[in-house]
């Protein structure tokens, strides 16, 4: 009995580890999966998702106890940067001829957008402010898995 019961545990982790190592191998694949018209739509959506919140966030600012104060000029300068680097991107990306060659500009982006994200943690924004930036987290953090950088939150950028 002891001997059936030692070959039935012995097959089943057998049998696991053939399925994590199968499990494995198709993550490899779908990480290198992307093509250059996937990397474009989610590109598009950090652009779309970055010019919304740094719209609305600078109509917040002005309606918060930080506005005509130093510190709303320092946080508008921010989401300009991350506006500019997201262009910056798009206009890298479009002269490329491979997705991959863009890694330094998404992680110019990740490092600006990480600056927002801290000033966004230490500050009260109304809701629909913080449910903007956490859109914008969202993407960039899709564009940093597709170029297999560390997220926003991570605590690797400054």
């Known amino acids: 009995m002891r001997k059936v019961i030692k070959n039935a545990v012995i097959a089943t982790a057998m049998l696991f580890s053939v399925f994590m190592l199968a499990d494995n191998a198709n993550a490899q694949g779908r990480r290198n999966a992307y ?10 959506n950090v652009e779309n998702r970055v010019d919304v919140f740094v719209r609305q966030f600078d109509r917040s600012l002005d309606n918060s106890r ?15 940067n991350l506006e500019s680097a997201t262009d ?15 890694k330094d500009e998404v992680r110019r982006c990740l490092n600006v957008a990480a600056d927002i994200n801290v000033a966004m943690r ?29 997220t926003i939150g991570s605590g690797v950028y400054r």
């Open 122 to 150: 230490n500050n009260r924004f109304n809701r629909n402010i913080e449910n903007n930036w956490r859109n914008v987290v969202f993407e960039l953090n899709t564009l940093a898995r597709v170029y297999n950088l560390p």
């Open 35 to 44: 093509t250059k018209a996937s990397v474009d739509r989610i590109i598009r």
């Open 88 to 102: 910056e991107l798009r206009r890298d990306f479009d002269r490329r001829d491979r997705w991959i060659e863009n």
């Open 66 to 80: 930080l506005d005509d104060r130093r510190r709303e000029d320092v946080l508008n300068r921010k989401a300009r």
